[in-house]
T-cell receptor, first 116, second 115 residues
Framework: GAGVSQSPSNKVTEKGKDVELRCDPISGHTALYWYRQSLGQGLEFLIY????????KSGLPSDRFSAERTGGSVSTLTIQRTQQEDSAVYLC??????????????FGPGTRLTVL | AQSVTQLGSHVSVSEGALVLLRCNYS??????LFWYVQYPNQGLQLLLK??????LVKGINGFEAEFKKSETSFHLTKPSAHMSDAAEYFC?????????????FGTGTQLKVEL
């Protein structure tokens, strides 16, 4: 079956513009995660959705970042008024928690965001 | 708070030699530990995971890792390196305590395999 897909694969934007990054998780996966991978900070957790529960937003770096997940499936990460330090690869992952275990996270290929 | 330390941002081995990538963790609760591999311009792929079952965990592509609580370590090994193993490797920890399975990653180790 299809894996996690993300679009666009690359995004170049100007400082101050808003951007939207999309993630399509694996069908049936109830959990969805966003991470950011940058040269200076490594891999960082941003936000986590689990079913209909309130999302865990503890990793979002500022109020310019927001995310939503519609219908328990597709998720959009929005960055408003982008800054150069937002340049990074944004990775999405999904998982289906197993009973008594830890569900493996399957990662998408990422969206490379460049803010000029 | 939990954290992961990967010693050595770059490791170089000869083809056929032992691969050893080091990972030490810090966690206030029994951890879940993972190794992921990232090939150029690709997402992360799970190599193996430790979830409190056997301390020696076998993964894909001939990799394995041993959980040592006394040393707070989870080093990744492979007996014989192959050119195709060249990639970046990330160790990660999760405490799965009401916060879902969000992962805290180490800074990564770039593995180079030479002829």
């Amino acid at each position: 079956g299809a894996g996690v897909s993300q679009s666009p694969s690359n995004k170049v934007t100007e400082k101050g513009k808003d951007v939207e990054l999309r993630c399509d998780p694996i069908s049936g996966h109830t959990a969805l995660y966003w991470y950011r991978q940058s040269l200076g900070q490594g891999l960082e957790f941003l936000i986590y959705f689990q079913g209909n529960s309130a999302p865990d937003k503890s990793g979002l770096p500022s109020d310019r970042f927001s995310a939503e997940r519609t219908g328990g499936s597709v998720s959009t990460l929005t960055i408003q008024r982008t800054q150069q330090e937002d340049s990074a690869v944004y990775l999405c992952a999904s998982s289906h928690p197993t009973s008594g275990g830890v569900g493996e996270q399957f990662f998408g290929p990422g969206t490379r965001l460049t803010v000029l | 708070a939990q954290s992961v330390t990967q010693l050595g941002s770059h490791v170089s081995v000869s083809e056929g030699a032992l691969v050893l990538l080091r990972c030490n963790y810090s966690s206030s609760v029994p951890p879940y530990l993972f190794w992921y591999v990232q090939y150029p311009n690709q997402g992360l792929q799970l190599l193996l995971k430790y979830t409190s079952a056997a301390t020696l965990v076998k993964g894909i592509n001939g990799f394995e890792a041993e959980f040592k609580k006394s040393e707070t370590s989870f080093h990744l090994t492979k007996p014989s390196a192959h050119m195709s193993d060249a990639a970046e490797y990330f160790c990660a920890v999760s405490d799965e305590t009401g916060g879902g399975n969000k992962l805290t990653f180490g800074t990564g180790t770039q593995l180079k395999v030479e002829l």
